[in-house]
């Protein structure tokens, strides 16, 4: 047989079965030309290899800040929205003393709180939200109102009330609320 096919048919027996030694790991030469470490795409680049060098992670891009007057309008929309499931239980509780048309209404009483339109009237606008929770006994504080009946107002009421105070101190943080003048307190 010839010299160079029993070597071939050798070797090749020998990568079917497997060598036990691991091959030594070559690399390979820099091209004549002197082109260095980038890759060109060709067999035996270094495409193959892993870049040594870390990266840096890509940074996801930060999402768009929001539209303000966008964000405050959807605070007034909610706003509105928990007043209009809250008004039975203020037309119920409190429309006697606090709509002109109510038996009890007095000009005192519609001057710190007029709910004849919405947004509320009166000297404590700036501060209705707050003060329907204490008056009501929502902060804790003892009720007072309704006037002829504190502490009447309970249960899913009281929470219709509280959703709707909730909904207007997120708009007010939010400068949602047109300002107004200072509030007197002349109770």
């Known amino acids: 047989m010839n010299k160079y096919l029993v070597t071939f048919l050798a070797t090749a027996a020998l990568a079917a079965c497997g060598s036990k030694s691991s091959p030594t790991p070559t690399t390979p030469a820099e091209p004549a030309g002197g ?4 890759d060109h795409g060709g067999a035996g680049s270094a495409a193959s290899t892993p870049d040594p060098t ?3 992670p890509d940074k996801p891009a930060e999402p768009p800040k929001p539209d303000a007057g966008k964000v ?3 605070l007034l929309a909610a706003e509105t929205s928990a007043w209009e499931t809250a008004r ?4 119920t509780s409190c429309a006697t003393c606090h709509t002109k048309a109510g038996k009890k209404a007095a000009k005192k009483k519609l001057d710190h709180f007029n709910m004849d339109t919405y947004p509320l009237g009166g000297h404590h606008t700036g501060t ?3 003060t329907i929770r204490d008056v009501l006994g929502i902060s804790g504080k003892k009720p007072t109102m ?7 107002v309970q249960g899913d009421d009281l929470a219709r009330i509280k959703s709707w105070t909730d909904a207007w101190e997120a708009a007010e943080k ?3 609320h047109p300002p107004v003048a200072a509030d007197k307190d002349d109770d």
């Not at 039975?88 to 037309?91: G, I, L, R």
């Not at 309704?146 to 009447?152: A, H, N, Q, T, V």
């Open 35 to 38: 082109h260095g470490d980038h």
């Open 54 to 56: 870390p990266k840096e």
């Open 146 to 152: 309704p006037f002829d009946k504190p502490g009447s």
């Open 88 to 91: 039975p239980v203020f037309t």
């Open 72 to 74: 405050k309008a959807d």
């Open 174 to 176: 939010a400068g949602a």
């Open 128 to 130: 209705i939200g707050f």
